[in-house]
Nanobody
Framework: QVQLVQSGGGLVQAGGSLRLSCAAS????????LGWYRQAPGKQRELVAR???????YYAESVKDRFTISRDNAKNTLYLQMNSLKPEDTAVYYC????????WGQGTQVTVSS
């Protein structure tokens, strides 16, 4: 079993910054790819960014140059630094990994006011 526990998020004005964290625990030797997804009201969950164990990164076009995904493998912790936030970034954010099956964090609300 793998547990993903998220922290961070909240309410911020447009142009502001927030940082999300996701701590992984359980019977794991090392977690391969970790990712952040988000789901806005009435919309499908979408991939925001992901990072492999070796540090290769992918970003959705909508967040490129504003968000930075990183990980601390020694702590099995994933981060998402979100800068220059826009109202359209408002969503519930989830961390995710796949080890035989999908594992999800509990979700964190990010609200960006205009």
């Amino acid at each position: 079993q793998v547990q993903l526990v998220q922290s961070g998020g909240g309410l911020v004005q447009a142009g502001g910054s927030l940082r999300l964290s996701c701590a992984a625990s359980g019977f794991i030797l090392s977690i391969p790819t970790l990712g952040w997804y988000r789901q806005a009201p009435g919309k499908q969950r979408e991939l925001v960014a992901r990072i492999t164990h070796s540090g290769d990164r992918y970003y959705a076009e909508s967040v490129k140059d504003r968000f930075t995904i990183s990980r601390d493998n020694a702590k099995n912790t994933l981060y998402l630094q979100m800068n220059s936030l826009k109202p359209e970034d408002t969503a519930v954010y989830y961390c995710n990994t796949f080890i035989g099956r999908d594992y999800w964090g509990q979700g964190t609300q990010v609200t960006v006011s205009s």
